[in-house]
């Protein structure tokens, strides 16, 4: 495993100027971890023994940031690359479950390694010592186990985050949380309320889109409650229809499990049935209803990204997917370019693939014809496209000021650039400059 470990130049010119000016230096942490799995890595924190003043001073020919010189992190930039350079350190104190209250330095490396989350992220790396592992980690990558650096409640109480990071790394790298950091986890899980919900989006949304989601959402949902407690009305909530073979949980982790690793996807999928409870009738056979849902989950699932602080564009994709995931989409090409048209291409696709994925999630006996007719959807689909066949005003041979020179004005020159369009996609005229013209002309009489 160590002969994988290949340190980018900008990092090998940090370690050998440090080095060389009397100091001991490592690469550390996840990029160490990274190169032994053979994934490669995208950045590279570096620590050493130097004091801060003292990185100052080694680099200062650099451009140099105070990153958190309280806790012993600079930042220099070579080759155009920010490199964090924290000086080996014990922590103090935890009293929010967020950060220690101070910090001390120590001059040895496996002081430092102690204080961090997991075995397989408490390792360090340079040339001329070789790998720094005090813990077991090239045990624990091997087994591919997720396992705590010490005491797992010390560790998840100093920063309750490393909760969620655990169930993060399990998910990403496919990998297994060792049995007392597991029991750690499940006790611990309400510290995540002191956490900010923004720090709380960004390993959540890297959780979800692991190849390993599914397992890892399904086994700790009550972890994933705490900080989104509307999935609660979805565990064990029984369907009673003969499409369903799930509760509506087991159901949406089905349906996730069957998506590509798209952050919208995922989510749409994890949320796309989170009202049903809401909408639940059952009729006077028995079998369960859940008419207008699709509007029900979309309320919630905003609310839910709402509160973890989820970006625009992320959120119209997921609720827009999640408003029209049960969208009846007819085999032909007329009903293909009025979703299109409705959507974006992307968008369009991404709606197949949920379509899809809710489908499989289903009982076997639905699931073959609603599949092939969503497969020759997307081969018609990708026919319009490819084609050129007009589906959206870009598409269309005028445009707004043709209308304006007609003397259309304001919301006029729209309204009717969208009647032609319509015309277009139901084949009622030709995607013609001249015959669109003339139709508008006539639509002024």
Known sequence: MIELIKIPSYAKTILDT??????????????????????????????????????????KAYHVIDTGIKHGTVTVVIEKMPVEITTYRIDGEYKDNRRPECVSFTKNIEDDLARRDFTINAMAYNEKRGLVDCFGAQSDLKGKI???????????????????????????????????????????????KNIAKERICIEFFKLICGKNADKIIDEYKDVIAVFIPQIEAMFGFEQHSKYHIYDVWQHSVCALSHTKPKLCLRLAALFHDIGKKDCFTLDENGEGHFYSHAKKSAEHTRDILNLLRCDNATKHDVLKLIEYHDAQICETKKSIKKWLGRLDEELFFDLICLQKADTLAHAKSYIEDRLSALDKIEVLAKEVIDEGECFSLKHLAVDGHDMLSLGFEGKQIGNVLDRLLTLVIEGKIENDTNALIAKAKMMQK
Do not use: W
């Open 146 to 192: 997720i396992r705590c650096v010490g005491d797992a409640d010390t560790r998840f109480t100093e920063d309750a985050l490393r909760i969620l990071r655990a169930l993060r790394f399990a998910s990403v790298l496919g990998f297994e949380i060792e049995e007392k950091t597991k029991i750690s986890i499940h006790k611990n899980k309400e510290l995540l």
């Open 18 to 59: 440090l080095q060389k000016n009397g100091y001991d230096a490592y690469i550390v942490g996840g990029c160490v971890r990274d190169n032994m799995l053979g994934r490669g890595a995208s950045d590279y924190d570096i620590t050493t023994n130097a004091l801060p003043h003292q990185v100052y001073e080694v680099f």
